[in-house]
């Protein structure tokens, strides 16, 4: 708690075994409240990500200007599409084709195809 957060500098880690990924804060200001649940246990992330697996709470002087930084509607599906059609590529690229009804991701993408590459996602996905 109490740390600042620039929007668009590196804000926080992950880490899987021995892989570590730097991401970049959508938002600044400072940490007010972390949520300790998800460090005692990591898969509230992915399994309530909009319910108990929140990260922390930031307060921000100035939410006018930080909230027209964000995307809105239509531009953040515009945006996850174009992502996933990347990922889809790079899944070809080392897997093969991919299932002619477009198929679905597994979870653990990454566990699932090593090859394509920790720091290749990292440097792709979280543009650090």
């Known amino acids: 708690m109490g740390k600042e957060l620039d929007q668009g500098a590196v804000g926080w880690g992950l880490k899987r075994k021995d892989n570590l990924a730097d991401v970049l804060s ?10 300790s649940r ?3 246990n990591p898969g509230l992330t992915n399994d309530e990500p909009y319910g108990d ?3 922390f709470m930031v307060r921000n002087p100035n939410i006018k200007k930080t909230v027209k930084g964000l995307m809105v509607e239509t531009d953040s599906l515009d945006w996850m599409n174009q992502e996933v059609d990347t ?3 790079m899944i070809e690229d080392v897997a093969g084709p991919l299932a002619a009804d477009g198929g679905y991701f597994q979870e653990d993408i990454f ?3 090593p090859d394509l590459g920790w ?4 440097k792709t996905f979280l543009k650090t």
């Open 53 to 55: 697996g929140w990260l």
């Open 26 to 35: 959508p938002v600044g200001g400072v940490i007010v409240e972390v949520n």
């Open 38 to 40: 998800v460090r005692e």
């Open 87 to 89: 990922l889809e590529k």
């Open 119 to 122: 720091n290749d996602l990292t």
């Open 111 to 113: 566990g699932n195809v």
